[in-house]
C-alpha cells in the first residue's frame, strides 16, 4: 500500500515504461537529486495518491507540499528548485527556443511522443504511418544533431533528456534510422553513456537496447 508523501520530501510517482516518467527520472538523476521514485502502474494509482493529484496521470511529482502533474512544469520547477546543473539557458530568447522544442517535440498536434502512443496502441496501419513519420522526422533533422554536442546547444538541457527517452524506445517501437540517421544515433549514444540516463532507468526500460 503507498501511504500519502511525507510534506518534507522529494517523491516522484512515476509508471515503469511510459516515456514522460522515463524524462523526469532522467533529469533528476542528472541533477542528483535525493530523492524517491515510487513506480505505480498508470491503470491501478492508489486512492490516497489520487486524491493529491487532479490529473490523476503520471508522472506526479510531491515536492515541498506541492503536487505537480504536467511534464514541462515539472521540468522547469526541477531546475529552477535544483539549479545545478542548469538544463535551461538563462538567456530569455535561448529559453523560449528550448521551450518552444518542448512543445514540438512532447504536446503539439502529431508530435514525437504522440507518434510513439500510436505506434504502441494504434492499429497496423495507423503504427506503421506514425513509424514512417517519427523516422523521417528525425532524419530530416540530422543537421542540428550534428551541430553541437547536445541539441542545438554545447550543454545538456531538458530538450535532451525529452530525446534521450525518446531514442531509447525506437528499438523496441522497431525503427531502425540506418546510416541516414548515423548522426542520431551517435547523439544518442553520447547520451545513453551519461551515469545520470543509466540511473534512471527502469528494469523494464533496460530491456529496450
Known sequence: MT??????????????????????????AEKN????????????????????????????LFDRGI????????????????????????????KSEKRLLIFRFTRASNSWFDQIKIIETGNKKEANAARAFL????????????????????????????LAALLWRLKKLDINLGVPGKAVTDYANRLFARSSFKESLTDCEKEYN
Open 135 to 162: 523516422k523521417n522526422s528525425l532524419i530530416e533533422l540530422v543537421p542540428l544533431f550534428e551541430y553541437k554536442p547536445f541539441f542545438k546547444s554545447d550543454d545538456m538541457t531538458i530538450v535532451d533528456a525529452c
Open 3 to 28: 501511504s500519502k508523501p511525507n510534506p518534507s520530501s522529494t517523491i516522484l510517482y512515476s509508471s515503469n515504461d511510459e516515456i514522460e516518467s522515463h524524462v523526469v527520472r532522467f533529469i533528476m
Open 67 to 94: 503536487v505537480l502533474y504536467d511534464l514541462s512544469v515539472i521540468m522547469e520547477y526541477l531546475d529552477e528548485r535544483f539549479p545545478f546543473p542548469p538544463l535551461l539557458p538563462v538567456d530569455p530568447i535561448e
Open 33 to 60: 537529486i535525493e530523492r524517491e521514485v515510487a513506480i505505480l502502474e498508470a491503470e491501478k494509482i492508489p486512492e490516497e495518491i489520487l486524491e493529491l493529484s487532479p490529473s490523476q496521470t503520471l508522472p506526479t
